[in-house]
T-cell receptor, first 111, second 118 residues
Framework: GDSVTQMEGPVTLSEEAFLTINCTYT??????LFWYVQYPGEGLQLLLK?????DKGSNKGFEATYRKETTSFHLEKGSVQVSDSAVYFC??????????FGDGTTLTVKP | DTGVSQNPRHKITKRGQNVTFRCDPI?????LYWYRQTLGQGPEFLTY????????KSRLLSDRFSAERPKGSFSTLEIQRTEQGDSAMYLC????????????????FGDGTRLSIL
């Protein structure tokens, strides 16, 4: 079946550091890929998405590129802020529209 | 877009009791999904509806769980004879549904209902 594997956390960075959170997937067909962010006490919010190979999703300084050859969708940001502290989830959608999520990576940014 | 609304936000109950949660999706969304999330894990799919039809149920959804969406708008998730292992965050999400590529549609999540079993 479909699965998503994220790098284990937690990740702790200083403000303005470079962020990478790794995500790889296994799926039949051609899934769309997503990153969601979850702040404490809230539901998941869409951060960015990519719907086909080599697409780059971007939002709020975050980027991720859909790499079909390595089945990866790594999240990056050049300079993190304290306000980026949250849990980040990588996810895929198949043609049925149902989502499969990774286990999440907790990011803490210290001033 | 008023967002996905879930009620209650928190539910504390004794083992063996029945509980019911409600989800109000974004009004024009045809698809509605239920997920369960435990600490340190990502959301796990439970079931989904297209309008009032329940199209798929996960094997995680034991016969103590039932979900309905009677008029294709709000949905309820009921757990009968609750057990300690049912303690989790129950998330509802919605998406527009057919008419556009389903795989491209992100899910819009509510803030969840946290269930605690004493």
């Amino acid at each position: 079946g479909d699965s998503v594997t994220q790098m284990e956390g937690p990740v702790t960075l200083s403000e303005e550091a470079f962020l990478t959170i790794n995500c790889t997937y296994t799926a039949t067909g051609y899934p769309s890929l997503f990153w969601y962010v979850q702040y404490p006490g809230e539901g998941l919010q869409l951060l960015l998405k990519a719907t086909k190979a080599d697409d780059k999703g971007s939002n709020k300084g975050f980027e991720a590129t859909y790499r079909k050859e390595t089945t990866s969708f790594h999240l990056e940001k050049g300079s993190v802020q304290v306000s980026d502290s949250a849990v980040y989830f990588c996810a895929l959608n198949t043609n049925a529209g149902k989502s499969t999520f990774g286990d999440g990576t907790t990011l803490t940014v210290k001033p | 877009d008023t967002g996905v609304s879930q009620n209650p936000r928190h539910k504390i109950t004794k083992r063996g009791q029945n509980v019911t949660f409600r989800c109000d999706p974004i009004s024009e969304h045809n698809r509605l999904y239920w997920y369960r999330q435990t600490l340190g894990q990502g959301p796990e799919f439970l079931t989904y509806f297209q309008n009032e039809a329940q199209l798929e149920k996960s094997r995680l959804l034991s016969d103590r769980f039932s979900a309905e969406r009677p008029k294709g708008s709000f949905s309820t998730l009921e757990i009968q004879r609750t057990e300690q292992g049912d303690s989790a965050m129950y998330l509802c999400a919605s998406s527009p549904g057919p008419g556009r590529a389903l795989s491209n549609q992100p899910q819009h999540f509510g803030d969840g209902t946290r269930l605690s079993i004493l």
